[in-house]
Nanobody
Framework: QVQLVESGGGSVQAGGSLRLSCAGAGRTFSNCAVGWFRQAPGKEREFVAANTRSGGYTDYADSVKGRFTISRDNAKNTVYLQMNTLKPEDTAVYYC??????????????????WGHGTQVTVSS
């Protein structure tokens, strides 16, 4: 079992930055690929970014490429999502998810067995 807790959300003006953290509990977290997803009100959940167990491979949604960076510190059992140049359309609840089964699950939400409860990000214009 892997428990995930997101933090770092908040309200920011357009053009600002936030860094989200996903803390994993459990000895196997460092063996998990981790992804970030988001869901805006009235919209379906969408993929944001993901990386592999070692962090050697990353995947990004086209909408965030060049603005968001995913990274991880396995010694701290934490995965980060650095979000720069935020836009109002980035407003959503952000969730982290973990997969022990797939090496590079990428945008495939069904590949992730463990999910956090989410953290709200609000970007005002």
């Amino acid at each position: 079992q892997v428990q995930l807790v997101e933090s770092g959300g908040g309200s920011v003006q357009a053009g600002g930055s936030l860094r989200l953290s996903c803390a994993g509990a459990g000895r196997t977290f460092s063996n998990c690929a981790v992804g970030w997803f988001r869901q805006a009100p009235g919209k379906e959940r969408e993929f944001v970014a993901a990386n592999t167990r070692s962090g050697g491979y990353t995947d990004y949604a086209d909408s965030v490429k060049g603005r968001f960076t995913i990274s991880r510190d396995n010694a701290k059992n934490t995965v980060y999502l650095q979000m720069n140049t935020l836009k109002p359309e980035d407003t959503a609840v952000y969730y982290c998810a973990a997969s022990r089964t797939f090496i590079r699950p990428g945008a495939q939400a069904s590949a992730y067995a463990y999910w956090g409860h989410g953290t709200q990000v609000t970007v005002s214009s």
